[in-house]
């Protein structure tokens, strides 16, 4: 206890400028002991302003007055350093260069701890209990240390910032509104604060939803990431599956073809063998009777030839020449007509089908697509070559332009017989696929039908599977001068909007947007499609009279 006390004594005779004890103690008349050269320097500084105070009840004092030792603390000091060593303040407790100093430190300076909006100065522990004891300096704004507090000075009329211009959005003194500031809005700055913290915390609320907006976005991106991961995981266990099957297969039918080709080959060599050897055997013979014959025809008694001649043996059957059936260099090219047709039909499969895996591979769903474009230039970004397909084309639809054009007339066209041309609808399709973002414009007069199809939408005949629109492989916005009308699946939707000769056809097909417009000086919204889409798709025209115009017309063209 006594230790303490001592303690207790030690802060009370320490100057509160270098926090160590009194050196030539000084008090000044507000009652405050410094040490005089600690008091002789504060004053030093403050000479300029020809204002001196006390540095911790900040009274003032004009003129400066003359220090004179108090010679009875000088003498309790004294006593008090007798009573040991003074305690140092520990390292951590001293400012470093990015830290806060405490204006009131001399020499190596302190930490501060508070600074004081109000006096416009920073304190350490120490210097900043008279803002705890004094009453006049209690009710001060303490703040947690800055080094920005001159900012808070007016650089016109050095004075404390105390009030808010909204016609300029600054901070200023009192005085401003006399002069810069004449006439402006102002408020004081507790009051803008008060508006200011309101609408910070309205943007807090707003960006702390955006946040959690954003976090189950992503946390519904990881899960589609997992879904994705294990959805290929199992695509590629099975695709491996189907494909060592069909591995399997093939090698079964190789194996199944090498097996009738050796059968084959043993029997046919066996039949010619056979063949060969009764050849060989009726040479035998035929040389045996030769040579008797010869033996005979030598003979010089008559007697002896006529005698022998009627025993000679008569010759064998000859073999048939018609069943030696040779055939150089063409066994079993029916084999291998059969397998190269097999292996061509294989081809054209997997060719025909290998878009549709690729594609079924791509559809992810992305919860941040891309934004549709504002503008026609934004969606000429997306421009797409389009030509039309002569295979494709009803006989009664003539091309032109490069098969950019399609026009609606009486007389057939002498188009050759082909499978991809419809027969019953007055339809085209184009000749390029279309996936990824796409756009281009048609123009057109009478009736069109503006649309998109699967390329295996049917093409025989006058049923509903063909025509666009009236089935699930297609899509079609129906152009008349009367009217707009989309169609999807035989449903029909009307369609309001400006009239207008050209309609521009979006397509983001990974997004399963379709966007039809009607263009203009500007463009105009039609009618959205958002759906999913499984195939490669087409752009299509289909062409009919209207009650305006007996004959119908488009322009295909890229803009």
């Known amino acids: 206890?006594?230790?303490?006390?001592?303690?207790?004594?030690?802060?009370?005779?320490?100057?509160?400028?270098?926090?160590?004890?009194?050196?030539?103690?000084?008090?000044?008349?507000?009652?405050?002991?410094?040490?005089?050269?600690?008091?002789?320097s504060f004053w030093d500084e403050e000479d300029e302003k020809k204002i001196h105070s006390c540095p911790q009840c900040r009274q003032t004092f004009t003129p400066r007055p003359v220090l004179v030792k108090n010679t009875m603390l000088a003498v309790l000091v004294e006593e008090l350093k007798k009573t040991g060593p003074q305690a140092a303040p520990a390292d951590h407790c001293y400012a470093g260069?990015?830290?806060?100093?405490?204006?009131?430190?001399?020499?190596?300076?302190?930490?501060?701890v508070k600074s004081c909006l109000v006096c416009l100065a920073s304190y350490c522990e120490k210097h900043l209990q008279p803002h705890y004891d004094v009453p006049q300096i209690k009710n001060h704004k303490l703040v947690e240390p800055s080094k920005k507090l001159q900012e808070n000075i007016c650089?016109?009329?050095?004075?404390?910032?105390?009030?808010?211009?909204r016609t300029d959005q600054q901070c200023i003194c009192y005085l401003c509104p006399v002069d810069e500031h004449k006439g402006h809005d102002t408020v004081s700055a507790a009051a803008e604060r008060t508006?200011?913290?309101?609408?910070l915390q309205l943007s807090r609320q707003n960006i702390q939803q955006r946040i959690q907006d954003r976090e189950k976005d992503v946390k519904l991106l990881h899960q589609e990431v997992e879904a994705i991961n294990g959805s290929a995981d199992k695509a590629?266990?099975?695709?491996?599956?189907?494909?060592?099957?069909?591995?399997?297969?093939?090698?079964?039918?190789?194996?199944?073809?090498?097996?009738?080709?050796?059968?084959?080959?043993?029997?046919?060599?066996?039949?010619?063998?056979?063949?060969?050897?009764?050849?060989?055997?009726?040479?035998?013979?035929?040389?045996?009777?030769?040579?008797?014959?010869?033996?005979?025809?030598?003979t010089e008694d008559h007697t002896q030839f006529l005698h022998n001649y009627p025993s000679l043996s008569p010759l064998s059957q000859s073999t048939d020449s018609s069943s030696i059936n040779i055939r150089p260099l063409r066994y079993f090219e029916d084999v291998t007509a059969a397998v190269s047709e097999l292996r061509d039909k294989l081809q054209d499969i997997l060719r025909e089908?290998?878009?549709?895996?690729?594609?079924?591979?791509?559809?992810?769903?992305?919860?941040?697509?891309?934004?549709?474009?504002?503008?026609?230039?934004?969606?000429?970004?997306?421009?797409?070559?389009?030509?039309?397909?002569?295979?494709?084309?009803?006989?009664?639809?003539?091309?032109?332009?490069?098969?950019?054009?399609?026009?609606?007339?009486y007389e057939n066209q002498p188009y050759s017989s082909h499978p991809d041309r419809f027969?019953?609808?007055?339809?085209?399709?184009?000749?390029?696929?279309?996936?990824?973002?796409?756009?281009?414009?048609?123009?057109?007069?009478?009736?069109?039908?503006v649309s998109v199809t699967y390329k295996n939408i049917s093409r025989a005949g006058e049923s509903n599977k063909c025509g666009f629109g009236c089935n699930i492989k297609s899509w079609a916005l129906y152009c008349d001068e009367d009217d707009y009308e989309f169609l999807f699946n035989n449903i029909k939707t009307p369609v309001s909007g400006p009239r207008s000769s050209r309609v521009g056809v979006y397509l983001d097909h990974r997004a399963g947007i379709l966007s039809f417009y009607?263009?203009?000086?500007?463009?105009?919204?039609?009618?959205?499609?958002?759906?999913?889409?499984?195939?490669?798709?087409?752009?299509?025209?289909?062409?009919?009279?209207?009650?305006?115009?007996?004959?119908?017309a488009v322009f295909w063209k890229l803009k």
């Not at 009370?12 to 008090?27: E, G, N, Y």
């Not at 508006?195 to 609408?199: D, M």
């Not at 189907?242 to 039949?271: A, P, Y």
């Not at 105009?524 to 299509?540: C, D, E, I, K, M």
Request: hydrophobic share 30%; proline share 3%; aromatic share 6%.
């Open 353 to 409: 089908t290998w878009t549709n895996i690729s594609l079924t591979e791509t559809q992810v769903d992305v919860l941040l697509s891309q934004p549709e474009p504002k503008t026609r230039a934004g969606f000429l970004k997306y421009s797409q070559e389009i030509t039309l397909d002569p295979n494709t084309a009803h006989t009664r639809l003539l091309l032109s332009e490069g098969n950019k054009r399609a026009t609606l007339i």
């Open 97 to 112: 260069p990015e830290d806060v100093a405490c204006d009131f430190c001399t020499g190596r300076k302190l930490k501060a």
């Open 423 to 449: 027969t019953g609808w007055w339809q085209v399709l184009s000749r390029e696929s279309l996936t990824g973002r796409c756009y281009w414009e048609v123009e057109w007069r009478g009736g069109v039908y």
């Open 1 to 40: 206890m006594a230790q303490k006390g001592v303690q207790l004594d030690r802060e009370t005779f320490s100057c509160s400028i270098c926090l160590d004890l009194l050196k030539d103690p000084v008090t000044l008349p507000c009652g405050h002991s410094y040490c005089m050269n600690c008091m002789k």
């Open 155 to 165: 650089s016109h009329h050095d004075e404390v910032m105390k009030m808010f211009c």
């Open 518 to 552: 009607s263009v203009s000086e500007t463009m105009t919204l039609l009618h959205r499609v958002q759906t999913t889409f499984t195939q490669p798709l087409h752009a299509g025209l289909g062409l009919r009279i209207s009650s305006f115009c007996r004959g119908s």
């Open 195 to 199: 508006e200011r913290q309101r609408e």
């Open 236 to 298: 590629v266990e099975h695709s491996d599956k189907i494909f060592t099957q069909l591995i399997r297969l093939m090698e079964k039918r190789s194996s199944d073809v090498k097996q009738q080709i050796r059968s084959q080959q043993e029997t046919e060599v066996s039949r010619v063998k056979e063949l060969q050897e009764k050849l060989e055997q009726e040479i035998t013979e035929l040389k045996r009777k030769d040579a008797e014959l010869k033996q005979l025809s030598h």
